[in-house]
């Protein structure tokens, strides 16, 4: 039986590479204790439940692998996905997913419009969703979305997580993931 353990994708250190362990033992799914070595077949997941009800289990299929990238050095082990990559709940391939703040050339235009005092309400939107705990990116530019009527009509979410990231280079949020994919990074406000 293939051991099963919950990870955090937000932790991938290449596109197929997730953080596993920092010592030889880690414990499975069901607490039980299983000793990690090269070539071992795995299975990784994690659960996510979202205030909005929403519930996405991504998985992945595996091999233990040293962790040989030469960053952060206290993992000592990671798990390497098949060929398959990994998987929502439904069974649909993310790992194919396109870097989700990329705009359109009719995006591009309608955000050159927007005005300094407009970008400002942006920001607020976005700042007034996160918290000192990690949220998911994606949720915090959906819920500034909807928080206010205020906001300028026609901006796309790939502009607001833009601007997550521009508050991220700015010092106002902490991040960790990939910034260019909402689903898989995560912010909070500067810790103090």
């Given at each position: 039986?293939?051991?099963?353990?919950?990870?955090?994708?937000?932790?991938?250190?290449?596109?197929?590479?997730?953080?596993?362990?920092?010592?030889?033992?880690?414990?499975?799914?069901?607490?039980?204790?299983?000793?990690?070595?090269?070539?071992?077949?795995?299975?990784?997941?994690?659960?996510?439940?979202?205030?909005?009800?929403?519930?996405?289990?991504?998985?992945?299929?595996?091999?233990?692998?040293?962790?040989?990238?030469?960053?952060?050095?206290?993992?000592?082990?990671?798990?390497?996905?098949?060929?398959?990559?990994?998987?929502?709940?439904?069974?649909?391939?993310?790992?194919?997913?396109?870097?989700?703040t990329e705009l359109s050339p009719a995006e591009g235009a309608r955000v050159a419009k927007l005005s300094q005092a407009e970008l400002a309400l942006i920001d607020?939107?976005?700042?007034?969703?996160?918290?000192?705990?990690?949220?998911?990116?994606?949720?915090?530019?959906?819920?500034?979305?909807?928080?206010?009527?205020?906001?300028?009509?026609?901006?796309?979410?790939?502009?607001?997580?833009?601007?997550?990231?521009?508050?991220?280079?700015?010092?106002?949020?902490?991040?960790?993931?990939?910034?260019?994919?909402?689903?898989?990074?995560?912010?909070?406000?500067?810790?103090?």
């Open positions: 039986m293939t051991s099963r353990f919950s990870v955090d994708f937000n932790e991938l250190l290449e596109r197929d590479l997730i953080m596993l362990s920092q010592t030889d033992f880690r414990k499975d799914i069901n607490g039980s204790p299983v000793l990690l070595v090269e070539g071992l077949p795995i299975e990784v997941q994690e659960d996510n439940l979202y205030d909005d009800g929403t519930h996405e289990v991504l998985f992945a299929r595996g091999v233990v692998e040293a962790n040989s990238t030469g960053t952060w050095s206290h993992v000592k082990w990671c798990c390497r996905f098949d060929s398959e990559g990994f998987y929502d709940i439904a069974g649909s391939s993310v790992n194919e997913e396109i870097c989700n607020t939107a976005l700042l007034s969703q996160v918290s000192d705990d990690w949220r998911k990116v994606a949720r915090v530019v959906g819920m500034a979305m909807l928080s206010t009527r205020d906001l300028p009509s026609g901006v796309p979410d790939a502009f607001f997580a833009k601007r997550v990231r521009l508050l991220v280079e700015s010092g106002q949020l902490e991040s960790q993931g990939d910034l260019r994919r909402m689903r898989f990074s995560e912010i909070r406000r500067t810790s103090a």
